[in-house]
């Protein structure tokens, strides 16, 4: 795959989901911290353990700058699967992100850090580590599955992945869905004879 895309930008997730014709766009419960956050990587997967987080820090081990953390918690949210210590450790070895049906904890220091993290929110309970999970396999994610190495991208709108073998042809699509936009916009602005023609059409 041409991974030349990542040096282009982010992509916004509307424009992604157009190009995939609405799918794979995860549960809206699964929201980003700070409506600023904006995320584009591959996914390193992650499967928990109920209650667990030691396979996130196993994740860590082998995570680098192109990924974005991918953690199934079994939709688990009592336990936080990590907080400012584990999220600042993911941001040091230069992970994109984390995307999680989980939650978290230290959730203001974690804005802090700026790391873009989407979940389903926070709790003041650690999570446990006497459990392995597992790192870089299939998993489910906000009503999606997610494969190791699939692209997703995640902003204010939500979270969207782009299964790997599609990633070419979905950004292509995603690309030229941006540009007519902005040529429709660009047409449509301030122009109330155009706003009429258009609203006509349907
Ligand atoms: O260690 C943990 O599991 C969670 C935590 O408190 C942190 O990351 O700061």
Same mark, same amino acid.
């Given at each position: 795959m041409n991974e030349d895309f990542f040096a282009e930008g982010l992509l916004p997730t509307t424009a992604v989901s157009d190009g995939l014709s609405g799918r794979g766009s995860m549960d #809206? @419960?699964? *929201?980003?911290? *700070? @409506? @600023?956050d904006h995320v584009m990587g591959k996914a390193l997967t992650v499967k928990l353990k109920k209650?667990?987080?030691a396979a996130f820090l196993k994740a860590l081990e082998i995570a680098g700058p192109e990924h974005v953390l991918v953690v199934d =918690? /079994? /939709?688990? =949210? =009592?336990? #936080?699967?990590?907080?400012d210590f584990v999220v600042g450790m993911a941001q040091t070895l230069g992970v994109r992100g984390i995307v999680t049906n989980g939650v978290i904890r230290d959730r203001l220091e974690i804005e802090e850090l700026g790391l873009p993290v989407f979940c389903q929110g926070s709790t003041p309970n650690a999570g446990a580590k006497q459990e392995a999970g597992h790192v870089n396999v299939p998993i489910s994610c906000g009503g999606v599955a997610v494969q190791p190495d699939d692209i997703v991208v995640a902003d204010a709108d939500g979270v969207v992945v782009i299964p790997q073998e599609e990633a070419e042809t979905t950004i292509a699509r995603a690309k030229e869905k941006l540009e007519k936009d902005e040529a429709r916009e660009q047409k449509i602005a301030g122009n109330i004879e155009e706003i009429k023609t258009y609203l006509a059409s349907f």
């Open positions: #809206a @419960s699964i *929201k980003p911290l *700070k @409506s @600023s209650g667990q987080n =918690t /079994e /939709e688990d =949210t =009592t336990y #936080a699967l990590a907080g």
